[in-house]
């Protein structure tokens, strides 16, 4: 395992790098908005669900339109560049927000910064690296991605425990907003597609039937994977300290990150297919657990560390199985495709919990993830049909 891993491509572990840079400024912000926005713009719930609606709304249309764009121009760094620039330089300008018109304008541009180059950077990691080596290529930049999540955190907790104003907080993003944009510049094109892309549709007739069948999955799986914003909630209501829930997450994510190699790359020997039903089953019971064994102590992080399992298990094979379903001419669409559909079936899918959740009970709402989880494991056995190599 350790022998391919170091023989992967500069440019993987450079992408990779940059992931986590960047994703340590992003969850040093991420976590503090809510406070800054209820305690010094004294702005409430519906102000923040507005502000991430709109944002995540037009980002998952934007995601979409860059995959185009890669497709059509064959190059992917421009993108890569202009989305990690803009990001790192909205992140630290929240810190002068004096009303949440303008922190809704920064939180926009941070999550169009996002929909700019993801798309762009899962294409150009895509063609950096052969078949037999994309599962480990993308659980490697999960892990690095998933090792700023946890550092992010840590370091705002360290710097709200040493007596830093909460606005000046915001300031030190800047850091690694100014080190990720470096990092990118290094990133090398790569040579674009030999053939030409299709004509673009809405109706995704010109690619392949297998791709389709696994977007149609991947939105029956994220129809019951909402926010996880609802899991913190669950875990507070179960008894957990407040100061512990940002603590809790984070071991969510050191988990994710050290099991996201050796997982992506037993994709690469098993095939993505059945790493994706693991992951899935592993969700499910979860959620189960979430909803009926769940109690403050061992249990709760017990089930915790099996959730970042099912990250590890999930987030960077889905990509790659991606990789592995599209035509190299149509990766950034395909991979535009696939945020668009994670990032429109998001809102409905939170909306949906959270009224199960009130209406009826707690355990209905994770019982009902839960479901939809198993029926997208089924469904990606018997319905999606990858090339034998990587079933």
């Known amino acids: 395992m350790l022998k391919a891993l170091f023989s992967l491509p500069r440019s993987v572990w450079l992408l990779g790098l940059i992931s986590l840079v960047n ?10 908005v809510p406070l800054y926005l209820s305690g010094v713009l004294m702005a409430g719930p519906r102000v ?24 059509r121009s064959g190059r992917s760094k421009p993108w890569v560049i202009a989305g990690y620039g ?27 910064a996002k929909a700019v180059r993801a798309a762009p ?6 063609a950096n690296i052969g078949p037999g080596q994309r599962g480990l290529a993308f659980g ?14 840590l370091l705002a907790w360290a710097l709200l425990s040493a007596g830093v104003p909460l606005g000046q907080v915001f300031l030190w993003a800047l850091i690694p ?13 790569a040579p674009p597609p030999a053939t030409a892309p299709p004509r673009f549709s809405w109706t995704l007739a010109g690619l392949p039937k297998p791709l389709r069948r696994y977007l149609v999955v991947v939105a029956l799986f994220t129809l019951g994977n909402s926010s996880n914003m609802f899991l913190l909630l669950r875990a507070k209501e179960l008894g957990v300290a407040e100061a512990q829930v940002p603590l809790l997450w984070a071991a969510v994510s050191g988990v994710a990150a050290l099991f996201s190699v050796p997982l992506g790359g037993l994709s690469d020997r098993v095939g993505r297919v059945r790493l994706l039903v693991v992951g899935y089953v592993a ?19 017990l089930l915790f560390g099996l959730y970042g399992i099912f990250m590890a298990a999930t987030e960077g094979v889905e990509r790659a199985l991606l990789a592995d379903l599209a035509p190299a001419e149509q990766r950034g669409t395909a991979f535009g495709w696939l945020n668009l559909v994670m990032g429109a079936m998001l809102l409905p899918a939170s909306l949906l919990f959270g009224w199960l959740w009130e209406g009826l009970s707690a355990t209905v709402a994770f019982g009902f993830s839960a479901g939809c989880a198993l029926a997208a ?4 056995t018997a319905w999606v049909r990858p090339a034998a190599t990587m079933r």
Do not use: Q
């Open 23 to 32: 994703d340590s400024a992003s969850e040093l912000v991420y976590p503090l």
């Open 86 to 112: 803009l990001a790192g330089i909205a992140r630290p300008l929240i810190a002068f927000v004096a009303g949440w018109p303008l922190l809704l304008a920064l939180r926009l541009t941070d999550r169009v």
């Open 283 to 301: 969700y499910a019971t979860f959620y189960i657990g979430m909803a009926a064994w769940a109690a403050p102590g061992w249990r709760l992080y």
């Open 377 to 380: 494991a089924l469904l990606l």
């Open 140 to 153: 490697l930049h999960r892990a690095m991605d998933n090792a700023g999540a946890v550092i992010g955190p």
């Open 121 to 126: 950077r899962d294409a150009l990691l895509a």
């Open 48 to 71: 923040l669900g507005l502000i991430e609606g709109v944002a995540e709304a037009l980002a998952s249309l934007l995601k979409l339109w860059t995959g185009v764009m890669v497709d």
């Open 177 to 189: 907003g100014l080190l990720c944009l470096g990092l990118t510049l290094a990133v090398r094109e």
